[in-house]
């Protein structure tokens, strides 16, 4: 337990660094803005001027954040959010601003893509990178609604407001940014806030038992059986959100490791789902 929390802290240690480099090395020098908390606070330091930096706005953001997911998502969840967003605002402050290439779509690209890397390693870690994961773990459990409209909102926010300052070109080449971030975090994570697991599996009920100890979710079970070894097992449904899916992958290699399991993304919910 002890080992897998250490790999987990240097985890998002790791993200943190790749998301300052992704910053310092490509978008800050390009006028390039990242999306959610970490382009809201690059934005913000433009807009002064220079004279607060990137990073110590980031932290600053972050902490009436870090008090709203402290009270209302959990305490693990918030410490680890704290970690990466505290070791980013660091390491922005401690790696140079420089240019790498005098090519704006070069830094659009490879900017989008390591940072995406460093975020998607931190949520695959069960961990997050704190701002807009914090707000939308809050906004799911207050309304059973697809958080995406807010992230679209907070995003158009920044492309908008950068073209107005800046021109449209950079606006546009954020949004090249946007997208190559989105889509190397669907490759190594997933985006959807809720998923719907399907294990198949011969050790159903220590399987049960685990998963209600420490997820604490709704199991629905469908008896199945093999078509070619007609070996009777039994199939195991259950929503959980995508900050859990790192616990339950670690649930189902201690108790079955040849289980056959199933992700899928769940567009909504109807009826109870707990939000605690």
Not at 95 to 106: E, G, N, R, T, Y
Request: hydrophobic residues 50%; proline residues 2%; aromatic residues 10%.
């Amino acid at each position: 337990m002890i080992w897998i929390e250490t790999k987990k802290i240097l985890v998002v240690l790791v993200g943190a660094l790749l998301g300052a480099i992704s910053m310092n090395f490509f978008l800050i020098p390009a006028n390039i803005y990242a999306s959610g908390f970490t382009g809201v606070a690059q934005l913000l330091s433009s807009v002064l001027g220079g004279h607060i930096s990137t990073g110590i706005l980031l932290f600053l953001l972050n902490i009436p954040v870090t008090i709203l997911g402290w009270r209302k998502v959990g305490k693990t969840f918030t410490l680890y959010s704290f970690i990466s967003v505290f070791s980013m605002s660091f390491f922005l402050e401690v790696i140079p601003v420089k240019h790498f290439s005098q090519d704006i779509l070069l830094n659009a690209v490879f900017g989008g893509v390591i940072a995406a890397v460093g975020v998607g390693m931190t949520l695959k870690w069960g961990a997050s990178t704190g701002g807009m994961d914090i707000i939308a773990m809050v906004l799911s459990r207050m309304k059973d609604k697809p958080i995406g409209t807010y992230f679209f909102t907070l995003n158009s926010i920044i492309i908008i407001t950068a073209g107005a300052l800046y021109g449209w070109e950079k606006a546009l080449y954020t949004i090249v940014t946007l997208y190559a971030s989105t889509r190397v975090i669907d490759a190594i994570h997933t985006r959807h806030v809720k998923v719907t697991a399907m294990i198949i599996t011969k050790k159903s009920e220590e399987m049960k038992k685990m998963i209600h100890e420490r997820l604490v979710r709704g199991i629905t079970t469908v008896p199945a059986k093999g078509a070619f070894s007609n070996e009777s097992k039994e199939m195991m449904i259950i929503v959980i959100t995508r900050y859990e899916l790192f616990e339950l992958e670690r649930i189902i290699k201690e108790v079955d490791p040849q289980a056959f399991t199933n992700i899928v993304q769940t567009v909504g919910i109807f009826g109870f789902f707990r939000k605690d």
